[in-house]
């Protein structure tokens, strides 16, 4: 191994340090680039640093130095300067899958009812999903181990709101038919409305 150090009892001015000094971190860095270990830290400080940053503020070059400063490597180098690019770029991928995730989540929530904190049950337990009107609404119900979406009028009796005969229970499959039917039924719609 070469000792990339200048002789201690040798004078070195301050600019010769310093590229002496660049030199050995580079010397240095190029051997330890194959080193997984050397590259799981460089991963691991860069996404920390990705964490703990305003992603509006925040530049590669910004990344690199702050990444330089903790692991005291000179990662400005092409080699370096790839792999950090290469990390940052799977960070922000994953940060984007991951964003998109959530509002997929948060939008299946929305349509069936609003979420767990603004759920409204009927006197029977049966989910409300939205009221047509204050005698109508849509409900999903639980019946015989078959889950069906109900709409139908309520009548109030001792202070409960009950189902009437009036309205329609539709099987998974029946909703289904229904719900792919809609464009066609908002065409017929329109079309009456304008003759």
Known sequence: EKNLDPPSDIPVSGSLRNFLDCFCVREISATKMDDTETKGRIEETVRRILQESDMDEVTESKIRKQASEHLGLDLSQPYFKAFVKQVVKAFLQEEEQRQKQQQQDEDEEEELGGGSKGKEYDDEGDLIICRLSDK??????????????????????????????????????????????????EKAIKKMESS
């Open 136 to 185: 109508r609404r849509v409900t999903i119900q639980d019946f015989r181990g078959k889950t069906l979406v109900s709409i139908r009028e309520y009548y109030k009796k001792d202070g409960k709101e009950l189902p009437t005969s009036k309205g329609i229970s539709l099987t998974e499959e029946q909703w289904s038919a229904f719900k792919k039917n809609v464009p066609a039924i």
